[in-house]
Nanobody
Framework: QVQLVESGGGLVQPGGSLRLSCAAS????????MAWYRQAPGKPRELVAV???????TYQDSVKGRFTISRDNAKDTVYLQMNSLEPEDTAVYYC????????WGQGTQVTVSS
């Protein structure tokens, strides 16, 4: 049974930082590309960042230079370091494979507001 458990969200002021974590179970984590997605109120879920098993990470244009995705295959965990946060980054953040499985975690809320 696949489980994806996101954590690390919270309320932060513009310009602040957060580090999200996602622990995966029920999959052979190391052989899949992983990604972070987000869904803002009233908007569809969107892809934010992808980390392949090997090769270069990719990012949505709006987060390039501010967000960094990484993974620890020994811990079956993927991370998203978010710096210089902007109000437009407010959303529920989810991790999943890329392309995504039809199973999603509960997500973690990120709110950027003064």
């Amino acid at each position: 049974q696949v489980q994806l458990v996101e954590s690390g969200g919270g309320l932060v002021q513009p310009g602040g930082s957060l580090r999200l974590s996602c622990a995966a179970s029920g999959i052979i984590f190391r052989i899949y590309a992983m990604a972070w997605y987000r869904q803002a109120p009233g908007k569809p879920r969107e892809l934010v960042a992808v980390i392949p098993t090997v090769g270069t990470t990719t990012y949505q244009d709006s987060v390039k230079g501010r967000f960094t995705i990484s993974r620890d295959n020994a811990k079956d965990t993927v991370y998203l370091q978010m710096n210089s946060l902007e109000p437009e980054d407010t959303a529920v953040y989810y991790c999943n494979q890329n392309p995504p499985l039809p199973v999603w975690g509960q997500g973690t809320q990120v709110t950027v507001s003064s």
